[in-house]
């Protein structure tokens, strides 16, 4: 059987490894041993317990593929490197996905990226009477709808650098994202970037101080693509982003696929874009054993849904937006769909 090895267990490797098990070799290689479901993580920071709706382990719902717990530091064109470990490879995905940059580096910042570090936070959000949040996308405005929603007594700041709350949205959800937080006594600072910090003081650009006794910081998404720069470097882009083609192989390489947030196609970095790039990788894949044409990733506008606390929500697709409890229901039926999928 031909080997393939899939770096990186979110949305897109969980799901190629699954498919691909029966017909191939297959090893996934992820930094956390357990599938998480991304979008529900917000949620542990006010409510630990959710914490195991949302992790399955990877060995629970992989029955033939091998799993292999640690980072991968480097590959080259035929092997993976992890620790002292080389893992041969016919075929590599890779799904790394992406992470927060850091450009404070204080001991009250938190990375609103993995569950494991909100439920950490939970402890000091229960203790902090004042919390910052910086950036008003979709992650800083469903975490700051969790707070006021479980913590209404918190004195709550979001610092956004736009002139609106979640930019790629219609006005009719920007503007029910906002009466939603405004209602709930949240102070947001528009036009503003945050600058610097001196311990629990936060100062944005224009000299603003604002004192926080915890940060959580959703803005400035990089790539995880470290891991290039000794063979591949050639292949990032000023983004850092990996160049592919249309067929989601790598530039120059037809036996390496790049799935996910990593890649440099222009679309907002979903689960569901993960996803629906890694069905269209794993039909290349056969396409390539039996010699047959490759089909293309087609980007195109999706769904997307937005929570806002426990009962309210925001569906919106093109230039349809639709508010309310419905969304809300929603967002947790996905959540239930998808974990029931791996377990």
């Known amino acids: 059987m031909k080997r393939v090895v899939i770096i990186g267990g979110g949305f897109a490797g969980a799901y190629i490894a699954r498919h691909l098990e029966k ?20 949620r542990t920071i006010v409510h630990t317990k959710h914490m195991r709706k949302i992790q399955v382990l990877h060995r629970h719902y992989l029955h033939q593929a091998k799993f292999v717990h640690g980072e991968v530091k480097e590959f080259n064109k035929n092997k993976v490197f992890v620790g002292k470990k080389k893992i041969p490879y016919d075929y590599l995905f890779v799904c790394s996905g992406s992470r927060y940059n850091i450009p404070i580096k204080e001991k009250n910042i938190v990375l609103p990226n993995r569950a494991d570090t909100l439920k950490k936070a939970h402890s000091e959000i229960l203790d902090a009477r004042n919390v910052l949040i910086v950036g008003g996308g979709f992650v ?45 006594n949240v102070e947001i600072i528009y036009n503003e970037r945050m600058d610097k910090q001196d311990g629990n003081l936060f100062f944005t650009h224009t000299g603003r101080k604002i004192h926080a006794e915890l940060c959580f910081l ?11 720069h000794k063979h591949f470097s050639s292949v990032l882009n000023e983004k850092k982003q990996v160049m592919v083609e249309h ?34 990788a794993i039909q290349n894949i056969f396409a390539l054993e039996n010699k047959e044409k490759l089909i ?45 999928y791996y377990r």
């Open 140 to 184: 800083g405005v469903e975490l700051a709808a969790e707070i006021v929603d479980f913590f209404p007594d918190k004195e709550l700041i979001l610092v956004q650098a736009r002139n609106v709350l979640l930019e790629k949205c219609s006005q009719k959800a920007q503007k029910y994202a906002e009466n939603y937080l405004k209602k709930r």
């Open 218 to 228: 959703c803005t400035g998404i990089v790539p995880n693509t470290e891991f290039f």
């Open 247 to 280: 067929t989601l192989q790598m530039k120059g390489y037809k036996n390496i696929f790049v799935v996910g947030d990593l890649n440099d196609l222009a679309e907002e970095k979903t689960a569901q874009s993960a996803e629906k790039q890694a069905y269209v």
């Open 23 to 42: 017909d191939f070799d297959v090893t996934l290689i992820d930094t956390k041993d357990y599938f998480e479901f991304t979008p529900g993580i917000l």
């Open 296 to 340: 293309s990733y087609h980007t195109f506008p999706k769904v997307m849904v937005i929570s806002l606390g426990r009962f309210y929500g925001i569906i919106t697709y093109k230039n349809f937006t639709f508010t309310g409890i419905l969304p809300a229901l929603l967002k947790w039926f996905i959540e239930w769909k998808t974990m029931i």
